[in-house]
């Protein structure tokens, strides 16, 4: 054994030192190889040994004390990498067999070397074969001696490569990356996530895994970028030795791997599929299996696998050599690691959805850029390199833009390329190059063809015909295999022709496929898929086999977009872009030539494609998809087209996380160029190339451009900055969330300055720490239009933010610094230097030669800013006149430094605002800053918080100082040292807010002290401080100092009963004390408002006196008390109190759960609250004798007008003068009323004799209490209506109250309903009024109710008016009906509406008509409202006619049609009104209307509306008109006359001396027509109303018209709404109005008028006193026009409705009006619907609502009245009982607030309904 160990020692030492010398000649390769051997730290002291043999002998001891594993595993590798003679081969794999020399004797060991040798030699020799095989396949075949033939090959390998651009993504969201890559991500970027770093081919293989893993790289890029070709690079990098990490190198084509159907073993796959072994394959298998981590697999096109690659069954169990699998188990495994586990995987693809197996197995991610700007120039420059053109042709593709950025593609590089050397050699002075892809590929074509073919064998025409059938062969191939997903095809599958045709001239490429074993046949594939997608293309655009509808079936780019996660054919990825481009006219010609058809045939299949871009541009792209568009738009070259989708496309160039290409970026701009307006573009998170951005300085239409991702640093910046000088239109930049340092930005603004129209730069969230601020202000104040900078969460020092604020000061066109922890901006005046002012219109004229001044804000929030900054930012305050807003809050300067800052405030310049919050201040500081208030005269607000750290200081400016209008009242001081001062120098009015605090009574002295110095404090509001009872007594001894105090606010102060008993004494004691507002709920109020007033000082300490204000007298006084649990003796202690107060007129009890008791001596005081108006109890429940006690209390009080309870819940006592003669109402809704209070209520009603109104409306009274009810009625002796809607009264109560009604002397009208409504009104009258009037609706009556109903009819003989709708009366019913009334004294309107009027004819009812035992004085049919209307006057000799009747039989009028007509002119003879509508006129029926009724001597009023009749019978029915002598009205509106029938009715008109009334509306009168008219109207001069609305009349029959008004005295109503006139025809209108005295009503809606007319007509209406209706909604009335029209309408004080809806009147306007409103005392309505009508507005309008005592209906829908607007229309609302209902629909008013307000007013509607 010992002799075997030294043998084996003496091998090792012979061994090492041939080893020595050999790899003496190798020392890189040695020191490489070590570093995957030894750790980093081993290797550190080699650099200093010089001598190679030395270096090496060290690193070979250092490889064996790493161990015998180290040290086989080392040998292993030397012996297949290096080529070592035999003997030491031999000798160094027996030291690296431990037990070699113990096992064997000596001649047994020497065969056994043999063996081992020829172990050694299998894997070595395949090695050398697999080299020899990839050097064979994918080797460069363009060397020194390439002849001109193999420069013929077009898209094969036969250029030196050029490096590709390599950028690895580190995202950890790979799955997501990978799905989104075409998609927009929702929401803001992630920069983060997305960073990419630049990398070169043997960095792919660097990264570390731990030892046995398999390591997957992946890599995508576009099509075209060289994916392929960068792995036959690695390919031959390997053989070259380049790559000596890998033994092994096995590539394989997925297209060609979809070729394999059959399942195979991992040796198969290996061998068979790739390269056979010569000898031993089990040695080389199990080789490989022993070395798999030097093993390198690449699966090229991962995209182009035809077989779903997630295979879920290869994870369920492990796989075994043995075991056959298919090519997606084979793939799979291998990425798992399942199979040669240690391997590096490269898969290359498109950008695609990574297989969910591969998410979590990658180990990196790059994506293949193609060429930038050098590798261009680098390819170009081998291309040209044996031309005298190269950099001739070199420049030519850096002067064109568009050729520069298609060369970013290497594929489209090499196409351009090869159409240039073409060119060039045959034009060298003038190349022109073709535009688009699409072209370039055609020109490619020609000149493959050409230079096979030959320059002299006929033209390109003739060429192209002579292989047309060829081309068109290939295009079917093309197009077939990409609807098979198939990229290889064998020989047979191609025709003979095809195949020589494209593998002459290099389209198409063989190669050997392996199917199994020796098999193998002979595979054709186009030298790159986009050619074949051109093909494919080509196909669908000259194949007569394909119509239009299967060319829009493949161009349905929509399918291919939509699916998220896997394109509906992936491999089609240029497919679209071709179809596109084949589309332009520049391709017409070639396809006629190839198609063989003529140019209409080839554009009709064009404009499908165009017109298919074009709808695709409507829908809803994310910007992946926008650009996909743009690139279809460009390939067609269609300048029409692109503006169509650059118009559509303007708002939607928002991308997000995606990649852009130069490539991307042309087709961008050329559609956005070509584009309608300015377009917004931004891109967040986007990888760009920074060529992009030299292409994108050629857009002309970008007005805002953003970039945010963190990887656009300087080198972005300084390419953006040469871009920015083109973009002239450019408004805003923004470039966020990047990376860019201070040493950029500089050249980035200077940049900025050469865009004129520039007006916002964002540039927040970068790394700009060290800005100079001075060079930077420098630059954007001249910057002429710039408005803001934004630098916001850039690190910028304390230092550079002082600094910045110094800058801002100086710079006149700065006008605002925001600086706010992170964020800091910079706002700038804008064009012309002006600083923008809002125009007050009450002061408009005053303001309107004032040039504006310049106004400065600076904000230093949150800036860390201590007592040691004071004085450097007073100086810095003083150095500025001109500031109107500061703001230090959030900083530390304490009381020294605000201390500091306040004693310089009269040396300040501050116009609006001071704000000093959250600077660390005390008690004292707040002392500080109270103290100010006397010594700064401008100081208008202060607002102090200790506990929310608030002060803030308001001023006023010297502009608005000088201009504050003078107050109502001075301030007079009798025996005043001070009065003659004061009164010279008005101060300006102060408030004080010193709230939330934790003042207590005994700060009160030291606080007064301070605010005794502020004379001039009108509001003081010491809320939610603790200053408790004694603190209120001890603050209101001190009231009488302030003397010029309005509104005192106490709240939340722990005030307790006692208090609100000594706030109700001050109400006598302080006189001038306005409203008084006191809660004890959980939210203490205490609000008091002061009248403004002259005081008279007095000796008393307490009380002074007061000259009262002359509205105090008309106002009066409020008190209001909520919250307050209060007893019956607490109430009667307050309402004694109450009783001394003068000039009180309301009193609120609200929310103070009053019992029965507590009313009750709340009401005993009534009389002696002598002035009180309203008294108000909201939110109490009443019990049923408390309602009782409310409405008995019109019996203790005479002053009281209305008792309004609401749901038991809220009362309303409204009180007035003591006069007998006022009526009053009672309002009980919604009490729960029923039969057991009834009694008790009449009793109390009974005892009052001047009740005008009982409402017990929502009650539960049912027919019990109706009854009940009733029998009291009939002991009522005055006049009285009855609202008992909604009280559960069926049929037989209806019933019951016409029994009552009919036996009843005193009931004079019953109106009674039972649908949804359920309207029950009784009307009772104590003088003798002959009305006595019914009205029945929708009371469902069976046929046994309406006998009933017939015999009770019977009774009244007195009936004046009986109105039946929807009763279920029927046609017989009727008749009984009628029958029933023949008895009734005196004239009676008979109503019916029923769904049977619509159905039967108008000679049917004219006979039911004269079926009447009457003279007929009125007969109306209107079928639209299902309405047959009948006047009756009754003769004394019934008995007579109904014999009469009887013997005449009329039951069938056709057959006695003679006795029909007697019938109709006898009964008819008094006939005074004739009204039809809706109805259709036969010419039976229109002959009797013409013969029979027109002539009638008594026809007054006649009037056809909305109804057909023939023409003639049209004529006929004019013609007839002459006849109608005493007609006084005459209506045919919505008859559509025209004009072309005026002159025919102008003819009885003239036979008309009477007429009053002509409605002609809705009938297409023109201006001609109206002419005609208008001569006809001269003539009558007791015309009233004209109702020529919605007709066709302009400017021309307007004016006509109105110098006929001239001559109209008499006119009260006009109604022109609806046509279509100027405002100079409005003017001439009215012009004329003004003469017309006795004018009533005037309806000019719709005209569009405008603001001109509006001024006109204000100038007229002082004319028109008798104006009682005013409609001028929708006329374009501006706020000019409304303020003049509001102004005037103030002489109209007869007015009761005025609708100025849909008119943008403006706030001025609106509050005019209500000024005014006081003066309509008449008014009932007012429309001011889509007015803008705002809060403010909407409170000044709810003052003058008050104030108009007929008001009944306000309509304010689709304003922007919100919260506060609403709660004031309900505060108001209260107060006026007359109001029926505000209608507030479409205002945003919360939703809960208005539940809320409804709640508490039913009047309040705000639903549509």
């Not at 009887?1446 to 057959?1455: A, D, M, Q, V, Y």
Request: proline share 3%; net charge neutral.
């Amino acid at each position: 054994m010992q002799f075997q160990g030294d043998d084996l020692h003496l091998d090792i030492v012979s061994a090492h030192s041939q080893l020595v010398e050999f790899l003496s000649h190798r020392p890189v390769w040695l020191l490489t190889t070590s570093q995957r051997f030894l750790p980093g730290v081993a290797l550190y002291g080699l650099d200093g040994i010089t001598n190679h043999k030395e270096k090496v002998s060290v690193l070979l001891g250092l490889l064996e004390e790493a161990g015998p594993a180290t040290w086989e595993q080392f040998v292993q590798c030397l012996c297949m990498e290096c080529d070592l003679p035999l003997d030491l081969e031999t000798q160094l794999m027996s030291s690296a067999r431990e037990g070699f020399a113990r096992c064997h004797h000596h001649s047994s060991s020497m065969c056994e070397k043999d063996v081992k040798r020829q172990q050694l030699d299998a894997p070595k020799k395949y090695r050398h074969l697999l080299m020899d095989s990839v050097r064979q396949r994918y080797g460069s075949r363009r060397g020194a001696g390439a002849g001109v033939k193999e420069q013929m090959q077009p898209l094969a390998v036969n250029q030196a490569f050029v490096n590709l651009v390599i950028r690895q993504s580190k995202t950890p969201c790979l799955k997501e990356r990978m799905e989104k890559s075409r998609e927009d991500v929702a929401g803001a970027c992630k920069p983060e996530e997305y960073v990419d770093t630049a990398m070169k081919v043997s960095d792919l293989f660097c990264s570390v895994v731990p030892s046995g893993t398999t390591k997957v790289i992946f890599l995508f890029g576009k099509p075209g970028t060289g994916k392929t070709m960068l792995m036959h690079s690695i390919c031959q990098k390997w053989v070259e030795g380049d790559l000596p990490q890998f033994l092994f190198t096995f590539l394989f084509e997925f297209r060609q791997l979809n070729l394999l159907k059959r399942k195979l073993t991992l040796k198969e796959l290996l061998f068979d599929l790739f390269l056979q072994t010569e000898d031993s394959p089990e040695a080389v298998f199990q080789y490989l299996l022993e070395n798999t981590c030097r093993t390198l697999i690449i699966f090229d096109g991962l995209d182009e696998f035809a077989a779903n690659v997630d295979v879920s069954g290869s994870s369920e169990r492990g796989p075994t050599l043995t075991s056959c699998m298919s090519i997606s188990e084979f793939f799979a495994d291998v990425c798992h690691g399942k199979l040669l586990p240690g391997c590096t995987v490269l898969v290359t693809s498109r950008p695609m959805r990574l297989p969910d197996f591969l998410v979590n197995t990658v180990n990196l991610l790059a994506e293949i850029w193609g060429f930038d700007h050098e590798k261009i120039k680098e390819y170009a420059s081998h291309y040209f390199r044996q031309h005298s053109f190269k950099e001739q042709a070199i420049a030519h593709l850096k002067n064109n833009i568009k050729l520069l950025s298609m060369c970013h593609v290497p594929a489209l590089c090499y196409v351009v390329c090869n159409c240039l050397e073409y060119l060039l050699l045959r034009h060298q002075t003038n190349v022109e190059l073709p535009q688009t892809m699409t072209q370039f590929y055609i020109k490619m074509l020609l000149i493959f063809i050409n230079k096979q073919q030959g320059e002299h064998e006929g033209g390109e025409e003739a060429k192209l015909h002579c292989n047309r059938k060829a081309i068109l062969g290939l295009c079917d191939l093309a197009m077939k295999g990409l609807e098979e997903r198939k990229l290889v095809f064998y020989a047979g599958e191609i025709p003979e022709r095809v195949k020589e045709f494209a593998s002459l001239h290099g389209l198409l490429t063989a190669f050997e496929v392996k199917m199994s074993g020796t098999c193998s046949e002979v595979g054709y594939a186009f030298v790159h898929l986009s050619l074949q997608e051109f093909f494919a293309a080509l196909c669908l655009m000259v194949s007569r086999r394909v119509d239009m509808n299967y060319l829009r079936k493949k161009f349905f780019l929509k399918s291919k977009w939509t699916l998220k996660n896997k394109a509906k054919t992936e491999i089609m990825e240029s497919f679209h872009i071709f179809l596109s481009g084949l589309s332009s006219k520049e391709c017409r010609t070639f396809l006629t030539l190839l198609a063989g058809q003529d140019e209409a045939w080839v554009q009709d299949k064009q404009d499908v494609i165009l017109q298919f871009l074009k709808k695709l541009a409507a829908t809803n792209l994310t910007g992946p998809k926008v650009i996909e568009l743009c690139h279809c738009t460009f390939e067609t070259q269609d300048l029409k087209v692109a503006q169509h989708i650059g118009g559509l496309l303007n708002f939607k160039y928002e991308f997000k996380n995606f990649r852009l290409t130069p490539l991307d970026m042309l087709a961008l701009v050329f559609v956005m160029n070509l584009g309608q307006g300015l377009a917004r573009l931004g891109f967040t998170g986007c990888l760009m190339d920074i060529d992009c951005l030299e292409i994108l300085a050629g857009c002309k239409s970008v007005e805002h451009l953003s970039f945010r991702s963190r990887r656009y640093g300087d080198d972005f910046a300084a390419a953006l900055s040469k871009s920015l000088r083109g973009m002239a239109s450019l408004k805003t930049l923004e470039l966020t969330s990047g990376s860019i340092t201070a040493k950029r930005i500089i050249d980035l603004v200077q940049a900025s300055s050469h865009c004129p129209q520039l007006e916002e730069i964002n540039l927040q969230d970068n790394r700009i720490q060290n800005l100079q601020v001075k060079r930077a202000m420098d630059l954007f104040s001249r910057m002429e239009k710039l408005k803001k900078i934004d630098l916001s969460n850039n690190n910028l020092s304390l230092g550079a933010v002082l600094t910045l604020a110094e800058e801002v000061i100086t710079r006149q066109n700065a006008t605002e610094l925001l600086v706010r922890k992170d964020t800091v901006i910079v706002y700038f005046s804008g064009p012309s230097g002006k600083v923008p002012r809002s125009l007050d219109l009450q002061w408009e004229e005053k303001k309107e030669h004032v040039i504006p001044t310049r106004q400065v804000k600076l904000c230093l929030q949150d800036c860390s800013l201590s007592s040691q900054h004071a004085k450097e930012i007073v100086a810095m305050l003083q150095s500025c006149p001109c500031l109107s807003e500061v703001d230090l809050s959030g900083n530390k300067l304490g009381d020294e430094g605000c201390s500091c800052l306040l004693e310089s405030l009269p040396w300040i310049s501050i116009s609006k605002q001071l704000d000093l919050s959250q600077n660390c201040l005390s008690v004292n500081g707040i002392c500080s800053l109270l103290k100010s208030v006397s010594t700064c005269q401008k100081m208008m607000d202060v607002q102090l918080s200790l506990c929310h750290e608030t002060a803030v200081l308001r001023f006023i400016g010297d502009s608005e100082s000088s201009s504050i209008p003078p107050r109502d009242e001075a301030v007079c001081f009798i025996d005043d040292q001070q009065y003659g001062e004061e009164n010279q120098t008005p101060t300006t009015p102060q408030k004080i807010r010193l709230t939330d605090s934790r003042f207590q009574a005994g700060d009160l002295e030291k606080l007064c002290a301070i605010l005794k110095e502020c004379s001039s404090i009108s509001e003081l509001d010491l809320s939610n401080n603790n200053l408790g009872d004694a603190g209120l007594l001890q603050l209101f001894q001190f009231l009488p100092n302030l003397r010029r105090l309005s509104s005192l606010k106490l709240n939340d102060n722990h005030i307790s009963l006692n208090s609100v008993f000594f706030l109700a004494q001050s109400l006598s004691a302080l006189e001038d004390i306005k409203v008084m507002d006191l809660s004890l709920g959980h939210r203490q109020v205490v609000h008091v408002a002061f009248w403004d007033r002259i005081r008279v000082t007095s000796t008393s300490r307490w009380r002074s006196g007061f000259l009262m204000h002359p509205k105090h007298d008309t106002e009066g006084r409020c008190f209001r008390l909520r919250d307050c649990r209060m007893g019956p003796e607490d109430v009667t202690r307050l309402c004694q109190t109450l009783a001394r107060c003068p000039q009180l007129t309301q009193i609120d009890l609200s929310e103070n759960s009053l019992c029965d008791q507590s009313i009750e001596r709340l009401l005993s005081f009534l009389p002696y609250l002598c002035h009180l108006k309203l008294l108000s109890i909201r939110n109490n429940t009443f019990s049923p004798c408390c309602i009782v006690l409310l409405i008995n209390s019109i019996n203790l009080c005479e002053r009281i007008r209305m008792v309004e309870v609401r749901s038991s819940e809220n009362a309303f006592l409204h009180l007035g003068a003591a006069m007998r003669s006022q009526k009053t109402s009672c309002r009980l809704t919604d009490c729960a009323v029923g039969q057991g209070q009834i009694d008790e209520l009449c009793k109390v009603l009974e005892q009052h004799g001047r009740l005008a109104e009982v409402d017990l409306s929502r009650n539960q009274l049912g027919l019990e209490g109706l009854r009940c009810l009733l029998d009291h009625l009939h002991q009522v002796p005055f006049t009285c209506s009855f609202n008992l809607s909604r009280n559960r009264i069926s049929q037989d109560g209806v019933l019951h109250l016409i029994n009552a009604f009919a036996t009843s002397g005193n009931t004079t009208e019953v109106q009674a309903s039972l649908c949804s409504k359920a309207t029950l009104f009784i009307k009772l009258t104590n003088r003798d009024d002959p009305r006595k009037i019914l009205r029945l609706t929708e009371c469902k009556f069976q046929p046994e109710h309406l006998e009933k109903l017939c015999l009770l009819l019977e009774k009244c003989t007195g009936l004046t008016e009986y109105i039946s709708s929807y009763n279920n009366v029927t046609v017989q019913a009727v008749e009984r009906l009628l029958h029933s009334l023949r008895k009734n004294l005196g004239p009676l309107k008979i109503s019916i509406e029923e769904p049977w009027v619509h159905k039967e004819s108008v000679m049917n009812l004219i006979y039911l008509a004269v079926r009447t035992c009457g003279n007929i004085t009125e007969i109306t049919i209107c079928k639209d409202k299902n309405l047959f209307q009948l006047g009756v006057r009754f003769p004394h000799y019934l008995e007579k006619v109904e014999s009469d009747v009887s013997r005449l039989n009329l039951c069938k009028p056709e057959i006695q049609h003679a006795g029909f007509n007697q019938r109709v002119h006898e009964n008819c003879a008094r006939l005074q009104e004739l009204r039809w509508s809706h109805v259709e006129l036969h010419s039976d029926e229109a002959e009797m209307l013409v013969r029979i009724l027109l002539p009638l001597p008594e026809l007054k009023k006649f009037g056809l509306m909305s109804s057909s009749i023939m023409p003639a019978g049209m004529d006929y029915l004019i013609l007839g008109l002459q006849n109608c002598q005493a007609i006084e009205e005459l209506n045919l509106g919505h008859m559509k006359l025209g004009s072309a029938a005026v002159p025919k009715l102008v003819l009885g008109l003239h036979e008309m001396p009477s007429l009053k009334r002509l409605i002609l509306n809705h009938n297409s009168i023109g201006d001609d027509g109206c002419c005609i008219l208008t001569e006809a109207l001269r003539n009558m001069h007791y015309m009233e109303e004209i109702n020529l609305s919605h007709n066709k009349i302009g400017d021309p029959g307007l004016t006509t018209l109105a110098a006929v008004l001239l001559e109209m005295q008499n006119l009260k109503r006009i109604n022109l709404s609806g046509n279509t006139p100027s405002s100079a025809g409005g003017a001439k209108l009215m012009e004329a109005l003004a003469y017309c005295k006795c004018m009533e009503e005037l309806l000019l809606s719709q005209n569009g008028f405008g603001s001109r007319t509006a001024v006109k007509l204000a100038c007229c209406l002082p004319h028109m006193t008798n104006l009682k209706v005013l409609h001028l909604q929708n006329n374009n009335i501006g706020p000019e026009g409304g303020m003049e029209l509001a102004r005037a309408l103030v002489a109209c004080r007869l007015l009761e409705e005025i609708s100025l809806s849909e008119n943008d009147l403006g706030q001025g306007s609106i509050c005019a009006l209500s000024e005014g409103l006081p003066c309509f005392e008449h008014l009932r309505k007012i429309d001011l619907k889509l007015c803008g009508v705002t809060d403010d507005a909407s409170k000044s309008l709810s003052q003058g609502f008050r104030q108009c005592p007929s008001m009944e209906e306000i309509i304010l829908e689709k304003n922007r009245i919100g919260a506060c607007g609403a709660s004031k229309l309900a505060e108001e609302l209260v107060k006026c009982p007359e109001i029926q209902f505000i209608r507030l629909w479409d205002n945003p008013v919360p939703r809960g607030l208005a539940e809320n307000l409804t709640s508490q007013d039913p009047r309040l509607c705000f639903s549509f309904y």
